[in-house]
């Protein structure tokens, strides 16, 4: 992304040769083989690639999901790469906002109660109101007491969105948020992500789908663990 002159943009998010290594048996796969990579606040990125080319590896790293073999990865200019287990929990709560393709919400909690979860995980007194206004955001003020049975597959996206959401990440990463959508509800998941944009989070979309990549200004493309 270009800077403004005489300004240099704030890297949000940056990769320095990272690298993931897994073990099958006595076969070694670098699922990561040093990605060097810099996301900016304010930017919608798409990371795409064939299946098995380390997306969501990267992604789980990027999310503090993981830590890597080697390289660095810093958060708002903290090095994270280094962090123990609790430590890297905290930035991960604090920071990061996930959204994954099978949604993952409690199938016996409405929409209100799946949102309000990751607030009441951190103590907060205010949890009912933030989560309404999340789902307010998302375009579900009136589906609060649906639980996921009652909702159509676009909406449980969206449920998973104000969940994301609801805890204000600087970073929402979301791994092919629209894999297990029709078209249509895919088309208004991204158009809900063009808009949390807008309004100035960060947004990184992992997928393999082009018509969703396009939607982003900015495209990573990663190869057999490369960015290229
Ligand atoms: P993508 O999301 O692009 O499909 P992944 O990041 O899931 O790719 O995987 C990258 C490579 O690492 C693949 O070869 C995959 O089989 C391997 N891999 C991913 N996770 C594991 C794991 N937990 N154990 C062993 N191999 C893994
Ligand atoms: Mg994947």
Same mark, same amino acid.
């Given at each position: 992304?270009?800077?403004?002159?005489?300004?240099?943009?704030?890297?949000?998010?940056?990769?320095?040769?990272?690298?993931?290594?897994?073990?099958?048996?006595?076969?070694?796969?670098?699922?990561?083989?040093?990605?060097?990579?810099?996301?900016?606040?304010?930017?919608? &990125? *798409?990371?795409?690639?064939?299946?098995?080319?380390?997306?969501?590896?990267?992604? %789980?790293?990027?999310?503090?999901?993981?830590?890597?073999?080697?390289?660095?990865?810093?958060?708002?200019?903290?090095? &994270?790469?280094?962090?123990?287990?609790?430590?890297?929990?905290? &930035?991960?709560?604090?920071?990061?906002?996930? &959204?994954?393709?099978?949604?993952?919400? +409690?199938?016996?909690?409405?929409?209100?109660?799946?949102?309000?979860?990751?607030?009441?995980?951190?103590?907060?007194?205010? *949890?009912?109101?933030? *989560?309404?206004?999340?789902?307010?955001?998302?375009? +579900?003020?009136?589906? +609060? %007491? %649906?639980?996921?049975?009652?909702?159509?597959?676009?909406?449980?996206?969206?449920?998973?969105?104000?969940?994301?959401?609801?805890?204000?990440?600087?970073?929402?990463?979301?791994?092919?948020?629209?894999?297990?959508?029709?078209?249509?509800?895919?088309?208004?998941?991204?158009?809900?992500?063009?808009?949390?944009?807008?309004?100035?989070?960060?947004?990184?979309?992992?997928? %393999?789908?082009?018509?969703?990549?396009?939607?982003?200004?900015?495209?990573?493309?990663?190869?057999?663990?490369?960015?290229?």
């Amino acid at each position: 992304m270009a800077a403004p002159s005489g300004t240099t943009p704030a890297a949000v998010i940056r990769g320095e040769n990272l690298v993931k290594i897994y073990w099958l048996g006595e076969n070694m796969i670098r699922a990561l083989d040093g990605v060097d990579f810099e996301i900016c606040a304010g930017e919608k &990125v *798409a990371i795409t690639g064939p299946s098995g080319s380390g997306k969501s590896t990267l992604m %789980h790293i990027i999310g503090c999901l993981d830590l890597p073999d080697s390289g660095r990865l810093l958060l708002g200019g903290e090095d &994270v790469s280094t962090y123990s287990e609790n430590r890297l929990a905290s &930035v991960r709560n604090r920071r990061i906002g996930f &959204v994954f393709q099978s949604f993952n919400l +409690l199938p016996r909690l409405t929409a209100l109660e799946n949102v309000e979860l990751p607030l009441l995980y951190a103590g907060n007194h205010d *949890a009912k109101d933030r *989560a309404r206004q999340a789902l307010e955001t998302v375009g +579900l003020g009136h589906r +609060l %007491h %649906h639980e996921p049975a009652q909702l159509s597959g676009g909406q449980h996206q969206r449920v998973a969105i104000a969940r994301a959401l609801v805890t204000n990440p600087d970073i929402i990463l979301a791994d092919e948020p629209t894999g297990n959508l029709d078209s249509r509800a895919g088309e208004e998941v991204m158009a809900l992500f063009d808009t949390l944009n807008a309004h100035g989070r960060t947004i990184v979309i992992v997928t %393999h789908e082009q018509l969703v990549a396009q939607h982003c200004p900015r495209q990573l493309h990663i190869h057999d663990g490369k960015i290229r």
